[in-house]
C-alpha cells in the first residue's frame, strides 16, 4: 500500500497534471493547477489528481480524476474524491463512462436523464455518445449529479 499525501495543487505541478490526464485519455480542456487536488507519494511526486471545474459561475463539475496507472487499486480516486466532496459547491456535477457509473453511485452521484441535464451537459452528451456509437465502444457517456 502507497502512503500519499493530499494536498492543493502547486504551480509547479501543472505539467505534472497535464501529462497524468493525457496518459489516462481523459478530457484535456480545462486544466487549470490552481482548482486541482493532488496526492503525492512519499517522493513528492503527483500520482493522482482532480479538480472541481466551473461551468458558469452555477454549474459545477468534478473532473480529471486521474491515477497513474501502477497505483491503481489503492484507494487514491476515492481519496481525491472525498475530499473535493467536502468544500464542493452545489449543483455538482460529473460525465463518467457508462462502466464507472456504480463506483460514482457510493459518492451519492445518480444519473441525470438528458432533459435535467444542463444544456452544456446535452451539449457534450450528444457528441460523445455520436462518437462512442462511431467508435463501436460499448460504453456510453453519463451526466451525473450529485444527490
Avoid at 103 to 108: I, K, S, V
Wanted: charged share 25%.
Amino acid at each position: 500500500m502507497t502512503t500519499f499525501t493530499l494536498r492543493p495543487a502547486l504551480e509547479t505541478e501543472s505539467d505534472a497534471i497535464k501529462d497524468l490526464i493525457h496518459s489516462v485519455g481523459i478530457n484535456p480542456m480545462g486544466l487549470d493547477w490552481k482548482r486541482f487536488v493532488v496526492a503525492v507519494d512519499a517522493k513528492d511526486q503527483v500520482i493522482a489528481t482532480g479538480q472541481i471545474k466551473p461551468h458558469g459561475k452555477d454549474i459545477h463539475e468534478l473532473a480529471s480524476i486521474a491515477v497513474v496507472p501502477e497505483y491503481r487499486g489503492q484507494g487514491l480516486a476515492r481519496a481525491v474524491i472525498e475530499y473535493l466532496l467536502k468544500e464542493s459547491p452545489h449543483p455538482l456535477y460529473l460525465t463518467c463512462v457508462s462502466s464507472l457509473e456504480t463506483f460514482y453511485n457510493r459518492f451519492g452521484f445518480i444519473t441525470v436523464p438528458y432533459e435535467e441535464m444542463p444544456r452544456f451537459f446535452q451539449r457534450l452528451s450528444k457528441l460523445a455518445n455520436v462518437l462512442f456509437t462511431f467508435s463501436k465502444r460499448d460504453d456510453s457517456l453519463l451526466v451525473m449529479k450529485l444527490k
